[in-house]
């Protein structure tokens, strides 16, 4: 299911980052790169983000940064940076090591996709050898069980 949304070209691994805003617009580049989203997407995040915190570090190391469709969403993609170093941004479950950027096309059609996230996410076990993994093949052969 996350192999088709998910694909090796929309991973990173990365040892480190200079703050939270260069994770998402890591995040962000291989949909920028593939037309998926429109810069006014990731600005969209920048801007929630200012007026209500990171809204979107949603587990103890994991950011899935997203805005809504209308904001430059143009598909349903994912794409994932893996930091050996985590990152803080200014959450309770900082720092973050998995920032997963999600992009839907609409407000419904990615619940599968989403229902799949949580699977991946929900599996501590998973996510570690994800953090602990040392090349971006690694990274895809985990993500793509879910």
């Given at each position: ?30 949909l ?55 990152v803080?941004?200014?959450s ?55």
């Amino acid at each position: 299911m996350l192999k088709q949304f998910l694909p090796l070209s929309h991973i990173q691994l990365l040892n480190s980052v200079d703050d939270w805003q260069q994770a998402v617009r890591c995040s962000a580049a291989p949909l920028l790169a593939e037309a998926l989203i429109e810069p006014s997407y990731v600005e969209s995040i920048f801007k929630t983000h200012q007026e209500i915190g990171p809204y979107y570090v949603i587990a103890p190391q994991i950011a899935m940064p997203h805005s809504r469709p209308e904001e430059g969403s143009k598909a349903q993609a994912l794409s994932l940076v893996v930091l050996k170093q985590g990152v803080n941004f200014g959450s309770d479950n900082d720092p973050v090591q998995l920032v997963l950027m999600l992009a839907a096309k609409d407000s419904e059609s990615h619940l599968e996709m989403l229902s799949a996230v949580a699977d991946l996410l929900s599996d501590e076990n998973a996510v570690q050898q994800i953090i602990q993994s040392n090349n971006v093949a690694e990274i895809a052969e985990i993500v793509h069980r879910y």
